[in-house]
């Protein structure tokens, strides 16, 4: 039996602060636990629940709110399997998402859609992650890059072309093309992925193995690449580790070294997309299940250090963390922006009640460094053009909300620079710029 990603141990736990602000998941059974949360806006968020028992049973629910979490309403991913397990939700709309799904012991599994809130849900690709006889698949992962557009990624094939079971599809799901053995780099012998251990920036997604590679595509699952890490195995019994990206060329990876009781950290960054690792630091930070506020260098993470559970943020991709809260277990976490992230919990073991977390406290990482910046954004907020001035800017990139790139532009180590966002909708959006040197800074603007 092939296992999930391990990094965290996730278990149930007691206390308040006054930096979040609970909410009912809706959810009836206790210590129901929450993972996977898939921010759409401010209003609308998907979150998977899972089993936060020692039983660890196999959960198929979800729960969803429209109103920023006001109201919560749960429900059934109804794959008519019980054996299944589901492997992550991927959220395009409010009423729109994918859930993968794979039975842990025998492999197969698929992806499956709703299009109305999660009150029923249909096999998407029926044709593919298909195990009989000779030929054996082993589902991973869904990710939608928009309502189009997606990709899912299973093990190996045991027959066939070879390669890792990759399908795209640009029609939402409606019908998916098996990738051309040409467009995947061969795997090893005995490698493949693992449920849990992938992530997405903009136009690029990630998944990892259990020889330490990635495999990258930048173009949304059409053309892939291999890439080494600093590590041999994501999830080994003495070796492992996560990675996490803010756009499509900066991350870091959290790697492991020893069994999970006794291990020791190691923080790599990137700035091209996981081709190049920089010289690993040790990271004695308990918090080790983090998310970025994509476009920016901003980590929000939760932790446990001996018996103390905690809350932070880290301004410089990870090297040094601001505790935010203490007293509370909280688990998956996810940030829209500054302002606005959830956090997971667990349903009260006598109420019910309970099980996720807004958080209500002060605006977070971008607005802080904001204030002390070289680079000086105006007018602030704008309706058609922005200037930047600073020391030798040679490139600007501009972010919306959810990590995706809608410009850049890049320029001759000029102090002053104005870009045309007329084209923009309205809302905030994330500015980097990079001097002649390789700094870069990022500042928050609002597009009126």
Not at 105 to 122: E, F, H, P, R, S
Request: hydrophobic fraction near 35%.
């Amino acid at each position: 039996m092939k296992k999930t990603l391990l990094f965290l141990s996730l278990f149930a736990a007691a206390g308040m602060n006054a930096q979040w602000t609970e909410q009912n998941t809706g959810f009836a059974e206790a210590s129901r636990g929450v993972q996977n949360i898939e921010i759409i806006n401010a209003n609308v968020v998907w979150a998977l629940g899972y089993d936060g028992t020692p039983a660890d049973a196999i959960v198929q629910e979800f729960t969803r709110t429209t109103d920023g979490g006001a109201n919560w309403v749960p429900g059934t991913i109804e794959i008519f399997d019980p054996s299944l397990t589901i492997t992550n939700l991927s959220a395009v709309s409010a009423t729109t998402a994918f859930a993968g799904a794979v039975d842990a012991t025998l492999g197969g599994g698929g992806v499956y859609k709703t299009t109305d809130g999660g009150a029923t849900w249909t096999n998407s690709n029926p044709g593919g992650y298909v195990t009989s006889g000779t030929l054996s698949s082993y589902f991973n992962v869904v990710h939608f890059f928009d309502e189009n557009n997606g990709v899912t990624q299973g093990d190996p094939i045991g027959a066939g072309n070879g390669e890792f079971e990759v399908y795209r599809t640009t029609n939402g799901g409606t019908t998916w093309t098996l990738a051309p053995a040409a467009s995947l780099p061969d795997p090893a012998a005995g490698e493949y992925g693992y449920n849990g251990g992938n992530v997405a920036a903009g136009n690029t997604f990630w998944f990892v193995t259990n020889k330490g590679k990635l495999y990258r595509t930048t173009d949304m699952g059409a053309t892939w690449t291999k890439l080494n890490t600093p590590i041999t195995d994501f999830s080994g019994t003495n070796t492992g580790g996560q990675i996490f990206f803010s756009d499509n060329n900066n991350g870091i990876l959290i790697a492991r070294t020893g069994p999970q009781a006794t291990a020791t950290y190691t923080l790599y960054k990137t700035t091209d997309g996981g081709t190049t690792w920089g010289t690993g630091a040790s990271y004695t930070a308990p918090y080790r299940n983090v998310a970025y506020i994509k476009g920016t260098t901003v980590l929000v993470g939760t932790g446990t250090a001996g018996t103390v559970q905690s809350t932070a943020y880290s301004n410089d991709n990870g090297t040094t963390w601001t505790q935010i809260d203490s007293g509370t277990q909280r688990t998956s976490i996810a940030f829209l922006d500054g302002s606005t992230g959830w956090a997971g919990g667990f349903t009260d073991g006598v109420t019910g009640l309970g099980g996720i977390y807004k958080y209500s406290g002060a605006a977070l990482g971008i607005e802080d460094i904001a204030s002390n910046k070289t680079f000086k954004v105006y007018p602030n907020p704008t309706n058609s053009q922005l200037n930047l001035s600073g020391a030798s800017i040679n490139e600007v990139a501009v972010y919306d909300l959810l990590g995706k790139q809608v410009m850049t532009q890049k320029f001759s180590a000029q102090d002053q620079v104005s870009l045309n966002v007329s084209g923009l909708e309205t809302g905030m959006y994330v500015l980097t710029a990079t001097n002649d040197s390789g700094a870069k800074e990022t500042v928050k603007f609002a597009k009126q």
